[in-house]
């Protein structure tokens, strides 16, 4: 393996980290968002009140897109094990 099919598995390795990560990010950074206007504007500062719903849509969120960041896991797996077959 020379130095650009390294620099290739790991582009594709962050490219698969970001792809499976943005759901639960975005819906987290989402949630936090609209918890945090709230408690603005009723000037309630309680970190309970930040945490508790930012972890059930978390939660709900991870339920619902487990399946897709899974498969895209599994095509990763496989790209690789396909280029080390290659190589050897």
């Not at 639960?24 to 508790?52: D, H, N, P, R």
Request: proline content about 3%; aromatic content about 6%.
């Amino acid at each position: 393996m020379n130095t650009e099919q390294a620099l290739d598995v790991l582009h594709e390795a962050l490219l698969v980290t970001l792809i499976i990560s943005a759901p639960m990010m975005l819906i987290g950074m989402i949630v936090g968002t609209v918890i945090s206007l709230i408690q603005a504007m009723t000037q309630i500062q309680e970190t309970s009140l930040a945490f508790i719903p930012k972890m059930l849509a978390l939660f709900i969120a991870l339920s619902l897109f487990l399946p897709f960041m899974l498969g895209e896991l599994a095509k990763f797996t496989e790209n690789i094990m396909d280029r080390i077959v290659s190589i050897s």
